[in-house]
């Protein structure tokens, strides 16, 4: 499985971006798919994750209520919409799947993991 995550880029305080992580494979609709986020200078974090078969999401506290993650099985994409952006939120936001249809929040029960793309918020 490949995944390339894009999307990122520099937005000010209280702004928007959508994310986007394409994966390669014919059976990603059974697939849970997650986003984490890195800061410089700090660990992996979870941000949020989709399962495979019935699409409950998962949200970190810090996020929950600002971003959305959803997912469209006939294009093997995922996407994490962020709103009302803040400066902590300024991060490399990777994509991860996990080859059963369960999430986690568990970053090391991720089998596959995409390059990461930048974002960056301006206060």
């Known amino acids: 499985v490949q995944l390339q995550a894009s999307g990122g880029g520099l937005v000010q305080a209280g702004g928007s971006l959508s994310l986007s992580c394409a994966a390669s494979?014919?059976?990603?609709?059974?697939?849970?798919m997650g986003w984490f986020r890195q800061a410089p200078g700090k660990e992996r974090e979870f941000v949020a994750a989709?399962?495979?078969?019935?699409?409950?999401?998962y949200y970190a506290p810090s996020v929950k209520g600002r971003f959305t993650i959803s997912r469209d099985n006939a294009k093997n994409t995922v996407y994490l919409r962020m709103n009302n952006l803040k400066p902590g939120d300024t991060a490399v936001y990777y994509c991860?799947?996990?080859?059963?249809?369960?999430?986690?929040?568990?970053?090391?029960?991720?089998?596959?993991w995409g390059q990461g793309t930048l974002v960056t918020v301006s206060s």
């Open positions: 991860a799947a996990r080859v059963t249809s369960l999430a986690t929040m568990i970053r090391g029960s991720y089998d596959y």
């Open positions: 494979g014919r059976t990603f609709s059974n697939y849970a």
């Open positions: 989709i399962s495979g078969s019935n699409g409950s999401t």
